[in-house]
């Protein structure tokens, strides 16, 4: 509650913070400041109990440390992406104030996902998120692949908003209680009818399409490309994260009674997502093009927490929401600066600056899961998981051959820095010593995690 409430209030001021203020570094400070103030909000409910505002829902939201150990992730990935980016908002154009108001109210959205315990604040909290994205995705408006953007996003986003819709109303009609909370629907314990059946196909395919799961992944390479990169690492991580985690949450407590019913096609999503994923990344040029493919590859690993359903399950999926964002808005900032976005303009890197490379083999070390990293452990819990369950064992093989598969993308680019010569044309920005400290510091997070996993997943049982 206390992140619902702080992340909407501090949207509020950032717009009037835009609208009275005419510094353009000012928002970027203010915007850390909000983002720090919903983390330790946050942590104090997580450790108390108690929230600072106490409104009565009617248990239309629940909180748990679940919840909260997700929204403390969340938070710190976007304080993460302010403190490693915040002055690239100003490159995006005129109104940076009113940027970070947009990314604070998704933030709310993020929070709503991550309690919500009715439909009806699930369709609320996922249209937070989105119609907001909207506008980031197509913000550089001289720039037509932004627009073009903005305009597939709208497009399959709105139409995923109506199988949504549609999933909803049969959900509703189908349930005997009559009612929209997951507590009344009892879904699974007198059996599935035609009306539920239909209701829980529909919202499976709509939350597909939010956290770009195959088949259902096909708007998300040219969005990602076509958005703002820093914007891109923002979709690609807290957005993607907070679907994910609102997905299992869904069907684990409205579908958890019939989980072997729909088992079946989440084996098949898994499936296509890892292949199709993993097999396209390996043939772009575009590093922001293959980071878009490796984001669904990703999301295959974060589907196997909605197969498994355990325990180790939803530590995995904490565990792999935070190295995945961290890693992810590691290697996005160091895109950022880049003048070409190309395989080729990593060239030679480790020559111009060799920190800044360490930092950005780190990155892509973790998101391929080599030991030592948050990714090699996440990778590890979610096919422990499986393992856990009894079932599905070739999944494990299955998963592990295109992790291997995504070594060979993503060691492109490290073969790029520190083994190809470099380019006579510099394609780097030159960057501050502060940059640098903070890049620095988010690599050694990531080793740091892999080293000692339970720093975050005693969270969950504090």
Known sequence: M????????????????????????????????????????NALELYSGAPFFNIDTQQMLRTGNFNLVFIAVSLAATGLLFLLNGRDFEKIGMHVAEYFAL???????????????????????????????????????RNLKSNEAA???????????????????????????????????????????????????????????????????????????????????????????AGFFSFVRLFENAFGAVHAEWQVLIVVMI????????????????VKRMLAYSSIAQAGFMLIALLALN????????????????????????????????????????????????????????????????????????????????????????AVIFAAVSAYYYFRVIQAMFFKPENQEPTYIRVSSGYKAMLVFTALLILLLGVMPYLLIDWLYS
Not at 271 to 286: D, H, P, R, W
């Open 103 to 141: 990314i604070f109210f998704i933030m709310c959205g993020v929070a709503i996902v991550a309690t919500f315990n009715t439909l009806l604040l699930l369709f609320l909290g996922i249209e937070i998120i989105t119609i907001p994205l909207f506008i980031l995705a197509g913000a550089e408006k």
């Open 311 to 398: 325990d180790m399950a939803r530590e995995g999926l904490i565990l792999y929401s935070a190295g995945y964002s961290i890693a992810t808005i590691g290697i996005f900032s160091v895109l950022i600066r880049m003048s070409d976005y190309t395989i080729d303009g990593f060239n030679g890197l480790v020559k111009s600056q060799p920190l800044v490379a360490v930092c950005a083999a780190v990155f892509l070390l973790s998101l391929t899961g080599i030991p030592l990293t948050v990714g090699f452990l996440s990778k590890f819990w979610m096919l422990s998981a499986i393992v856990e369950t009894g079932k599905h064992f070739w999944l494990v093989v299955f």
């Open 151 to 241: 305009l597939k996003y709208f497009l399959m986003g709105s139409f995923s908003t109506g199988i949504m819709l549609m999933g909803i109303a049969f959900m509703y009609g189908g349930n005997p209680s009559g009612s929209f909370s997951l507590n009344h629907m009892n879904i699974g314990t007198d059996g599935l009818n035609l009306y539920l059946t239909i209701g829980m196909i529909l919202l499976l395919v709509a939350m597909a399409f939010k956290v770009s799961a195959a088949p259902f992944h096909f708007w998300t390479p040219d969005v990602y490309d076509g958005a703002p990169a820093i914007i891109t690492s923002f979709m690609a991580t807290v957005v993607k994260i």
């Open 271 to 286: 499936v296509a997502t890892l292949f199709i994923g993993n097999i396209t990344a390996v043939f772009q040029q575009s």
């Open 2 to 41: 206390n992140a619902i409430v702080l992340t909407a209030i501090w949207g509020v001021l950032m717009m009037f913070t835009g609208a009275f203020a005419q510094s353009k570094t000012m928002p970027k400070y203010l915007a850390i400041a909000g983002i720090l103030l919903a983390f330790v909000a």
